[in-house]
């Protein structure tokens, strides 16, 4: 006889699901230990209680006498109620699709590779450095007349720092910044000159000595405008990412080149 409840048999891809039905009632003689006390064959007392003999197991089966059974429904047949196939390690996609649902809500999966590239240029991009000073020796405020002789040799100095470390943060991403000025760049009006070092000019330097690195000798007279600009590489690097930029600051000094003339004058004429 088949046991009750589900039996998983997986060889054979069935759950079979048992259930024991109502069959005969108690009669006189049947499930009952006819030597018991109480509930004697046929008696009131016989469809109301049960005596059980020694031994006997409470799930119900033989009594501890051969041949004898107890239990209302010990002779009930027991049918299959239903069958269900099933693929084993198998579960329903419902479930599963629910559960990666859930999963998905869950999972912070935090901004992707492209978005904290986007932010730290940006930041680098907007890092803070130095304001850039143009600086020329000799200088023309230095005369009277503020201006600068056609073949005088300039020395041309950049005295701003050219290395700066800084960081800064957006969305939540920490950004290390290291920027460093390869490169000035002036544009004085009739050429262009791109210096890596500079010199400042000494004080006692000859009129004539011209800058052994950084420097410029007007050739024409005119009213110039002299611009600088600062090249600088900004290296970033935020997490596992890292990168590095350019970027440039500019400024710029209007600059009057005149030609001198020398007169011979007599001793006491003016």
Known sequence: MPSEGPVD???????????????????????????????????????????RSRGADDGGGASSEPGKRWGPYDDSPVVVVNRIPYWVGYSDPGEES?????????????????????????I????????????????????????????????FHNPGVGHRRASNSSHGIVVSLDAHRVKTIYDTGEKVIRCTHSTPRPASADPRAESPDCGYVYQHPGEYTLGMTEVWTVGWRA???????????????????????????????Q
Not at 21 to 40: C, L, T, Y
Not at 136 to 148: D, G, H, M, Q
Not at 248 to 266: C, D, I, Q
């Open 239 to 269: 997490g596992d990412q890292s990168g590095e930029i350019v970027t440039t600051r500019s400024a710029s000094k209007p600059f009057k080149v005149n030609e001198l003339v020398g007169l011979l004058t007599k001793p006491g004429q």
């Open 98 to 122: 629910q559960s990666g649902r859930r999963s998905a809500r869950g999972k912070n999966t935090g901004p992707s590779a492209e978005q904290v590239r986007d932010w730290s240029v940006d």
């Open 9 to 51: 048999n997986e060889s054979t891809g069935v759950i079979n699901i048992n259930k024991r039905i109502g069959g005969s009632h108690r009669k006189p003689g049947v499930g009952f230990d006819r030597g018991a006390k109480h509930g004697a064959p046929g008696s009131r007392d016989s469809h109301h209680k049960r005596h």
């Open 124 to 155: 680098a991009a907007n890092i803070q450095l130095p304001k850039p000073v143009i600086e020329v020796e000799p200088r023309p405020s230095a005369n009277k007349w503020n201006i600068t002789a056609v073949g005088q040799p300039l020395w």
